[in-house]
């Protein structure tokens, strides 16, 4: 799965410092794929901003996972918390897990 050239949304979060413009790709009940627009701060650096609003916004309940391209195109998945659903640290991601997580797999 390559990143897609059509985004569903594209959202641009205030963050504390400069804002963050991501595109939307995918949003599913299982996951939400992201990609780093680089306008602005990039999304690693506003990872725990992004998961707010979009917490705020009732686009990532609990248990939904939530990956992005970074500004290099590199996949990586944004770890939450499993309780509380908040930023919780970066896993490395590959495209086949992703496609694991679509498809019903653990991932």
Same mark, same amino acid.
Request: aromatic share 8%; net charge neutral.
């Given at each position: %799965?390559? &990143?897609?050239?059509?985004?569903?949304?594209?959202? @641009?979060?205030?963050?504390?410092?400069?804002?963050? @413009?991501?595109? $939307?790709?995918? +949003?599913? !009940? +299982?996951? $939400?794929?992201?990609? =780093?627009?680089?306008? /602005?701060?990039? $999304?690693?650096?506003?990872?725990? =901003?992004?998961?707010?609003?979009? %917490?705020?916004? !009732?686009?990532?309940?609990? /248990?939904?996972?939530?990956?992005?391209? !970074?500004?290099? /195109?590199?996949?990586?998945?944004?770890?939450?918390? +499993?309780?509380?659903?908040?930023?919780?640290?970066?896993? &490395? *991601?590959?495209?086949?897990?992703?496609?694991?997580? *679509?498809?019903? /797999? $653990?991932?």
């Amino acid at each position: %799965m390559k &990143p897609h050239k059509e985004w569903i949304a594209q959202l @641009t979060i205030r963050c504390r410092f400069e804002a963050v @413009t991501v595109d $939307v790709i995918e +949003k599913t !009940d +299982k996951y $939400v794929l992201l990609r =780093d627009t680089q306008e /602005g701060r990039s $999304v690693t650096n506003s990872a725990d =901003d992004i998961v707010i609003v979009l %917490m705020k916004l !009732d686009a990532l309940p609990i /248990g939904t996972r939530l990956f992005y391209y !970074d500004s290099t /195109g590199r996949l990586d998945e944004i770890v939450r918390d +499993k309780k509380t659903g908040h930023f919780a640290g970066f896993a &490395p *991601c590959l495209e086949r897990d992703l496609n694991k997580v *679509c498809h019903g /797999g $653990v991932g």
